[in-house]
């Protein structure tokens, strides 16, 4: 996301104070249309996050920003050399600084600010958070503190910045990297086989560190495992750099256009068809799209045509070049608006309102920063900057005065939020309390030996009913055992149905699950794969009684998923669903502040769902036994 730049062609040369062995001197021009590809990029993300059922892939608008910033900063820094003979690093770090800080800390202090204002769980772990996105360490911080990306619970306050942090990583190691790998090779293929070699070792390690079923988080966030994109921007600066390369070839410019069409509809249909919780994501889909947006970046490099002008349309061009700031504030601002103004449900009207409202404030907030925050610190630097705020702050400027407080104020309130922030959110709280319950309810009442299984339908007694789930039957536990002091609960946060099935599993090994059992996991990622829930019913075998409970919350997968256990519970008559979903949908008023656990009352709804469902499917299997 830097300035563009055109090609520099230096065969051998050192990213250090010393003269390149060789050098020459790059084609000046810009590179039209790449403001458009960001636009893209970032339409791409506001989609997914504003309205993921529309662009559920659309994710993968950050790793076009991945492949166009690897490919530029490679070309600035073969232009420096192929121009100075040499890349002065200081300098080079410098502007990245002034490209980077000025928009990223005015989010983090405003959006810290406003998160202290609208309350709820938005400053959980602000510290950390904040820490992250000042020193470019947010992917590993969250990494090490087991954070999801992809959980819908308790979503952080600054989760995008984890590109960035990936972003400036690259810009930090790749230079003096480049230097020596200049070094060691002679030729532009060479570069490019390395540069293309350490991308397929990057997307080996995703394919092979992902694990189906369970939270993509390590995977997507860390650079040695999401580095392929950037790389693969690196090759393509090379080839490009190579007067030899296919790319100044007659073949290629002849078929570069009609290639850009074939690479957008590619990238437009994995947008569409990839998801975070599928495997293919992660074993090649994403790679996939960094290759097409190589083609896409690729076909800009030539002479103007239908193409770059389409890229170059104005309202795709503001985007585009905005693009940072817009990335950088929209997520923030869509936190605080949806606690500020908390929907009942996914699609009503003040939700969509909501969204609405996000978006604008972005594209405003954004274009303001751009203009008199990022261009005037890139075109004077930050001590020029300084210098024209505090003369006009001197000669009595209220503007001046007005911005000054306003930073002041700010300041304050960002440092006394970070110094105050909680550790845990208010669901988390409950959560960990409720666990102690649920760990007592399986000691307490676990089977001292192998239950015998029958074909008993009645309703079950408290002692006949085991449960299995995550942290939404957690948060249930005061409700269930109050029903059922005897019930057995084996739950935990964030258990996926993976998980689910290898409890389910050993317990039946163990002969500790009762007649009755109630199952209810996903609550973060959903079904995934419906023979897992399969799996889970037949290990229960025909002789037990089985109430599924679908899922509640704002993510766009939720019809889907409640839709897909449907399907399966439909298959098993021993099996019903408990409809959850429509019961908490009726009363909001009962769930926490995440909109997804329920409260007291809402544990004591969840069990009456689930007794419910006992009950009706106890009348069915009881008719349809005294009819055979």
């Given at each position: 996301?830097?300035?563009?730049?055109?090609p520099?062609?230096p065969?051998r040369?050192r990213?250090?104070?010393r003269?390149?062995?060789a050098?020459?001197?790059?084609?000046?021009?810009h590179?039209?249309?790449?403001?458009?590809?960001?636009a893209?990029?970032?339409?791409?993300?506001?989609?997914?996050?504003?309205?993921?059922?529309?662009?559920?892939?659309?994710?993968l608008g950050?790793?076009?920003?991945?492949?166009?910033?690897g490919?530029?900063i490679?070309?600035?820094?073969l232009?420096e050399?192929?121009?100075?003979?040499?890349?002065?690093?200081?300098?080079?770090?410098?502007?990245?600084?002034?490209r980077?800080?000025?928009?990223?800390?005015s989010?983090?202090?405003?959006?810290?600010?406003?998160?202290?204002?609208?309350?709820?769980d938005?400053?959980v772990?602000?510290?950390r958070?904040?820490?992250g996105?000042l020193?470019?360490?947010?992917n590993?911080?969250?990494?090490?503190?087991g954070?999801s990306?992809?959980a819908?619970?308790?979503?952080?306050?600054?989760?995008?910045?984890?590109?960035?942090a990936?972003?400036?990583?690259?810009?930090?190691?790749?230079?003096?990297?480049?230097g020596?790998?200049?070094?060691?090779?002679?030729?532009?293929?060479?570069?490019?086989?390395?540069?293309?070699?350490?991308?397929?070792?990057s997307?080996?390690?995703?394919?092979?560190l992902?694990?189906?079923?369970?939270?993509?988080?390590?995977?997507?966030?860390?650079t040695d495992t999401?580095?392929?994109?950037?790389?693969?921007?690196?090759a393509?600066a090379?080839?490009w750099?190579?007067?030899?390369?296919?790319?100044?070839?007659?073949?290629?410019?002849?078929?570069?256009?009609?290639?850009?069409?074939?690479?957008?509809a590619?990238?437009?249909?994995?947008?569409?068809?990839?998801?975070?919780?599928?495997?293919?994501t992660?074993?090649?889909?994403?790679l996939?799209?960094c290759?097409?947006?190589?083609v896409?970046?690729a076909?800009?490099?030539?002479?103007?045509?239908?193409?770059?002008r389409?890229?170059?349309?104005?309202?795709?061009?503001?985007?585009?070049?905005?693009?940072?700031g817009?990335y950088?504030?929209?997520?923030?601002l869509?936190?605080?608006?949806?606690?500020?103004?908390?929907?009942?449900?996914?699609?009503?009207?003040?939700s969509?309102a909501?969204?609405a409202?996000?978006?604008?404030?972005?594209?405003?907030?954004?274009?303001?920063?751009?203009?008199?925050?990022e261009?005037?610190?890139?075109?004077?630097?930050?001590?020029?900057?300084?210098?024209?705020?505090?003369?006009a702050?001197?000669?009595?400027?209220r503007?001046?005065?007005?911005?000054?407080g306003?930073?002041v104020?700010?300041?304050?309130?960002?440092?006394?939020?970070?110094?105050?922030?909680?550790?845990t959110s208010?669901?988390?709280?409950?959560?960990?309390?409720?666990?102690?319950?649920?760990?007592?309810?399986?000691?307490?009442?676990?089977?001292?030996?192998?239950?015998p299984?029958?074909?008993?339908?009645?309703?079950p007694?408290a002692?006949?009913?085991s449960?299995?789930?995550d942290?939404?039957?957690?948060?249930?536990?005061?409700g269930?055992?109050?029903?059922?002091?005897?019930i057995?609960?084996?739950?935990?946060?964030?258990?996926?149905?993976?998980?689910?099935?290898?409890?389910?599993?050993?317990?039946?090994?163990?002969?500790?699950?009762?007649?009755a059992?109630?199952?209810?996991?996903?609550?973060?990622?959903?079904?995934?794969?419906?023979?897992?829930?399969?799996?889970?019913?037949?290990?229960?075998?025909p002789g037990r009684?089985?109430v599924?409970?679908?899922?509640?919350?704002?993510s766009?997968?939720?019809?889907?998923?409640?839709?897909?256990?449907?399907?399966?519970?439909?298959?098993?008559?021993?099996a019903?669903?408990?409809?959850?979903?429509?019961?908490?949908d009726?009363?909001?008023?009962?769930?926490q502040?995440?909109?997804i656990?329920?409260d007291?009352?809402?544990?004591h709804?969840y069990?009456d769902?689930?007794a419910d469902?006992f009950?009706?499917?106890?009348?069915?299997?009881l008719e349809?036994?005294?009819g055979?």
């Amino acid at each position: 996301m830097a300035q563009t730049a055109a090609p520099a062609r230096p065969e051998r040369a050192r990213t250090t104070s010393r003269r390149a062995p060789a050098r020459t001197t790059p084609r000046a021009g810009h590179i039209h249309g790449l403001d458009g590809l960001r636009a893209i990029a970032v339409g791409a993300v506001l989609v997914y996050h504003l309205r993921p059922t529309s662009l559920p892939g659309g994710f993968l608008g950050v790793d076009v920003f991945f492949v166009i910033s690897g490919f530029l900063i490679t070309t600035l820094l073969l232009r420096e050399l192929g121009t100075k003979g040499r890349v002065d690093l200081p300098r080079f770090w410098l502007r990245r600084a002034r490209r980077l800080l000025p928009a990223l800390v005015s989010v983090v202090v405003v959006s810290v600010s406003l998160a202290a204002v609208a309350g709820g769980d938005l400053l959980v772990n602000i510290g950390r958070q904040v820490l992250g996105a000042l020193t470019f360490s947010n992917n590993w911080l969250e990494i090490g503190a087991g954070s999801s990306y992809f959980a819908q619970t308790s979503p952080l306050l600054f989760v995008n910045f984890w590109s960035l942090a990936v972003e400036e990583q690259f810009y930090l190691l790749w230079p003096p990297l480049l230097g020596l790998l200049l070094a060691l090779t002679s030729t532009g293929r060479q570069r490019v086989r390395v540069a293309l070699g350490v991308a397929a070792v990057s997307a080996l390690l995703m394919a092979l560190l992902h694990t189906a079923g369970e939270d993509a988080t390590r995977v997507y966030y860390g650079t040695d495992t999401h580095l392929f994109g950037l790389m693969i921007g690196v090759a393509l600066a090379f080839a490009w750099a190579s007067p030899r390369s296919w790319l100044h070839s007659a073949a290629w410019q002849r078929w570069r256009q009609p290639a850009a069409l074939a690479a957008f509809a590619g990238l437009l249909v994995l947008m569409t068809v990839l998801h975070e919780d599928t495997a293919l994501t992660f074993r090649g889909g994403i790679l996939t799209a960094c290759l097409l947006t190589a083609v896409l970046v690729a076909a800009l490099l030539g002479p103007v045509g239908l193409y770059q002008r389409l890229l170059r349309m104005p309202p795709v061009a503001w985007v585009g070049e905005r693009s940072y700031g817009i990335y950088l504030w929209h997520w923030p601002l869509i936190l605080v608006l949806t606690e500020l103004l908390p929907a009942t449900t996914y699609d009503s009207a003040l939700s969509w309102a909501t969204r609405a409202l996000a978006l604008v404030l972005t594209l405003v907030v954004a274009g303001a920063s751009y203009r008199w925050l990022e261009i005037p610190v890139r075109r004077d630097g930050f001590t020029g900057v300084w210098r024209r705020w505090r003369t006009a702050l001197r000669g009595g400027r209220r503007t001046a005065q007005v911005v000054g407080g306003a930073g002041v104020v700010l300041l304050v309130t960002t440092a006394v939020a970070v110094a105050t922030a909680p550790t845990t959110s208010l669901t988390q709280q409950q959560i960990e309390a409720n666990e102690e319950l649920v760990a007592a309810s399986a000691v307490e009442r676990e089977a001292p030996e192998p239950l015998p299984v029958d074909a008993d339908w009645t309703v079950p007694a408290a002692e006949e009913i085991s449960g299995f789930g995550d942290s939404i039957m957690v948060t249930s536990a005061h409700g269930l055992t109050h029903r059922w002091p005897e019930i057995s609960l084996d739950a935990k946060s964030n258990r996926q149905w993976p998980d689910g099935l290898a409890a389910i599993e050993q317990a039946v090994d163990q002969g500790t699950v009762r007649r009755a059992v109630v199952l209810d996991f996903g609550t973060n990622a959903g079904v995934g794969e419906p023979d897992v829930v399969r799996a889970a019913l037949d290990a229960l075998g025909p002789g037990r009684m089985a109430v599924v409970v679908n899922l509640y919350g704002g993510s766009y997968w939720i019809p889907e998923a409640n839709a897909a256990l449907a399907d399966v519970v439909a298959e098993y008559p021993n099996a019903i669903i408990a409809d959850w979903y429509s019961a908490i949908d009726a009363e909001p008023d009962k769930l926490q502040s995440d909109g997804i656990h329920p409260d007291i009352e809402g544990g004591h709804l969840y069990t009456d769902v689930v007794a419910d469902a006992f009950a009706e499917l106890s009348e069915r299997l009881l008719e349809e036994t005294a009819g055979e």
